[in-house]
């Protein structure tokens, strides 16, 4: 058995993809465009998995973009998606500076939690051992749902 990827339908491709893409620095690999099916599909890789995704192999991130407007909530029905980060609290703090809600701040220095755009729930984790507790992160509570 061998991981492929994880689909997760959205609503707005360009909103998605500019939070992906130029948010936490993922690579389009490969996009299908099916007019029957009224249906794109694009698969995304993280910067370390960029040649594997392009040979088509594991892990990847697949965003489906149905045509025809449909509603999807709970956006945590299939759990997250987990990344892991050089520097969590660098990592974070770009986020919150590019407008990112921290809805469960790095306070162990260990894991964070930040939502898509369609709410999809996706983890950072720091490599390697966590990093010393630090402030702001250490005393700053959890935002919403994540």
């Not at 590019?98 to 950072?124: C, Q």
């Amino acid at each position: 058995m061998r991981y492929l990827h994880t689909m997760i339908r959205v609503t707005d491709l360009d909103k998605t993809l500019k939070f992906f893409v130029d948010h936490l620095d993922m690579t389009e690999v490969r996009r299908t465009e099916n007019e029957k099916g009224r249906y794109t599909l694009v698969f995304l890789a993280a910067s370390e998995d960029v040649a594997s995704g392009r040979d088509k192999k594991a892990p990847l991130l697949e965003l489906t973009f149905n045509w025809d407007p449909e509603v999807y909530t709970g956006g945590r029905n299939f759990g997250h998606l987990a990344y892991e980060v050089d520097d969590i609290y660098a990592t974070c703090d770009r986020l919150m500076k590019l407008g990112i809600t921290i809805n469960r701040p790095p306070r162990d220095g260990e894991m964070a939690f930040v939502r898509s755009p369609d709410l999809h729930s996706i983890e950072l984790l720091q490599k390697g051992k966590a990093l010393p507790p630090q402030e702001p992160w250490a005393s700053m509570p959890n935002t919403g749902h994540w």
